[in-house]
């Protein structure tokens, strides 16, 4: 795929999105004054949903109706340049109402087909599709995180193979905080593509953050992955995968020598907990020792001589103290990717509605609602974005990801009152 639309001023990026009350917002629309006066208070709470060039202030431009959902609709002008407002219970390109689309867009989340919603809620299943697909034209990193300092800086990285019309293709996923920060998709597992699929991520996230480089990268040892991240991020630490050295272990061990396999991994988890290098380094040795003592099978005994001589690479972690020792994050969020994957039988159309499809979803899945338990264990926070955030416009998830996506999620200013 192409690198990101960056651009803060392109066509695609002049609608900005606000929570307006709809009481509130049909009210102020045919008066300019009240609509001024409602766009000034937003800028001086939520000035990352204008563009840059709003501190140097605005003009009301005109209005015009919209006969799709029978609204009035105002454009302003800043610096020269006219911009939508469209208040967030309005769906993009005014296909339907906020709070009618919703609840079938939450059970996206859940992989509910397109049929299903068309049979339970009506419109044709081509307009569900059409609601995710849009999503996808947003920035997931502009539109996940609100503040560029937010950003995570330790990272995880993985790719999830799957098809397009039968061909592989590959989604580098990148994640961070518990939320996926990038999805697209690489034709192939070779470098070139990789590095592509994942300068998507490089560019949303410095959009957002010009200077932004993560400190650590979480993966598993492929090397074509490796030199994709070290190459769009020069300064990057790669982590390797502790984790994986377990699953190749259970995988190749666990039925055929269930008798011993257990002790082995007890074992190899005591190294991981050590406290330091050097407890790691000998922890690690003395289970080289141990497993030429006890004359372990190569399956068992490999893997673990593997960790010794590359054991440079895994003690790096200890001086990044945040960093992912594992890829427990994103096996986690990409086993949900798996789940859908497999319920939609993969793609079936090209490269770019495939792009657009993973996208749509990565967002749903970082705003809509946690269940109500883990919303409890999380003192309120009702989704991954807030979780990241500790912060959100609107109590609904839908109107909180669409005024996320202001501007498409492109080319926020810092966060300070003007």
């Known amino acids: 795929m192409g690198k990101a639309d960056t651009g803060s001023t392109t066509q695609n990026n002049k609608t900005i999105c606000l929570p307006f009350l709809q009481e509130v917002y049909n009210d102020n629309i045919r008066n300019a004054a009240g609509f001024r006066k409602c766009i000034d208070e937003y800028i001086a709470s939520n000035n990352e949903l204008f563009p840059p060039e709003i501190t140097g202030g605005y003009r009301m431009k005109d209005s015009y109706y919209s006969k799709k959902q029978s ?3 105002r454009r302003i002008e800043i610096a020269g340049t006219a911009y939508t407002i469209r208040p967030s219970f309005v769906t993009p390109y005014m296909a339907g109402m906020t709070d009618e689309v919703e609840k079938p867009l939450f059970l996206r989340k859940f992989n509910v087909p397109f049929w299903a919603l068309s049979y339970v809620f009506g419109r044709d299943p081509m307009y569900w599709y059409r609601l995710e697909q849009a999503l996808g034209r947003n920035s997931i990193v502009g539109t996940t995180v609100r503040d560029a300092d937010d950003i995570p800086d330790h990272l995880a990285a993985d790719e999830k193979h799957t098809w397009i019309l039968g061909d592989k293709v590959y989604v580098a996923t990148t994640v961070g905080d518990e939320c996926i920060l990038g ?5 192939d597992a070779g470098e070139q593509s990789l590095r592509n699929a994942y300068q998507v991520f490089k560019d949303e996230a410095q959009c957002l953050k010009p200077d932004y480089t993560p400190t650590t990268v979480n993966m598993d040892g492929w090397q074509a992955t490796r030199n994709a991240w070290k190459f769009l991020f020069t300064s990057v630490v790669i982590i390797c995968c502790f984790l ?4 190749k272990i259970r995988d190749r061990a666990k039925k ?4 011993i396999f257990t002790e082995a991994p007890s074992k190899l988890w005591d190294c991981y907990h050590a406290e330091n290098k050097r407890s790691f380094s000998q922890r690690v040795r003395r289970l080289v020792e141990w497993c030429k003592k006890k004359e372990m099978p190569a ?3 490999k893997p673990i001589a593997k960790l010794r001589k590359n054991i440079a690479e895994y003690k790096v972690a200890y001086e990044h103290p945040n960093a992912h020792r594992t890829s427990n994050m994103v096996d986690r969020l990409m086993q949900r990717m798996d789940r859908h994957l497999f319920s939609v039988q993969y793609f079936h159309g090209s490269m770019a509605s495939a792009e ?4 749509g979803w990565v967002l749903i899945q970082n705003f809509a609602p946690y269940n109500p338990r883990t919303v409890e264990k999380l003192h309120g926070l009702k989704s991954p974005a807030e979780r990241l955030n ?4 609107h109590d609904n998830w839908l109107h909180n990801l669409y005024v996320s996506a202001s501007l498409r999620g492109y080319g926020r200013p810092p966060l300070n009152p003007l």
């Open 71 to 73: 609204i009035m609709v």
């Open 183 to 187: 999805a697209s998709i690489a034709g």
């Open 244 to 247: 994986h050295i377990f699953i």
């Open 256 to 259: 055929k020598y269930k008798d």
């Open 299 to 301: 399956v068992i005994s």
């Open 356 to 359: 657009l499809s993973i996208r």
């Open 390 to 393: 500790k912060f959100r416009y």
